[in-house]
């Protein structure tokens, strides 16, 4: 797998390049573009399960990682934008290749209603019951119509 990377992100993702291989904890993890294109790769997403500690030491995950590679992009705009782009090789010898021109949830691509309640029930549903994850959903959702925004605080009282 080979990513073209922003030279200014380089050093904040992908160097050095040993201890990218192998983050030792979820902070150096979120850092790592190798460690995050494995992990996007085999689950299809990243999330807060992608950085536990648990997560960290998956074999499957650190040796799809080592098979990350980076070069520069000489025509990135960064820092005017965050732009993407990974090349995959597979074994029958197929290309599939992908290039986003700014990184998602910016302003240039917004997050959609959908993805923004998506994380947020994720998030929520680690320390409240659903009840009550439905509960601040409908609240922060109608919150023009609320008589007092404190009850959506004390809604979100764990």
């Known amino acids: 797998m080979e990513c073209l990377v922003p030279a200014g992100e380089v050093p904040i993702v992908c160097e050095p390049r040993p201890a990218k291989l192998r983050p030792r904890t979820s902070y150096d993890a979120q850092f790592s573009l190798p460690y995050t294109i494995a992990a996007a790769l085999l689950d299809d997403r990243i999330g807060l399960d992608t950085f536990t500690p648990e997560r960290l030491g998956d074999g499957r995950l650190l040796r799809l990682a080592e098979r990350v590679v980076h070069a520069v992009d000489p025509a990135s705009h960064f820092p005017q934008g965050f732009p993407g782009w990974v090349r995959l090789r597979l ?14 949830g910016g302003p240039s691509r917004p997050l959609g209603r959908e993805a923004i309640l998506e994380k947020f029930r994720d998030n929520a549903a680690r320390v409240l019951p659903p009840n009550r994850v439905d509960e601040i959903e409908r609240a922060a959702l109608s919150l023009d119509a609320l008589d007092d925004v404190g009850a959506l605080m004390r809604l979100c009282r764990a």
């Open 91 to 104: 074994g029958d010898g197929r290309v599939l290749e992908a290039r986003e021109p700014d990184g998602r």
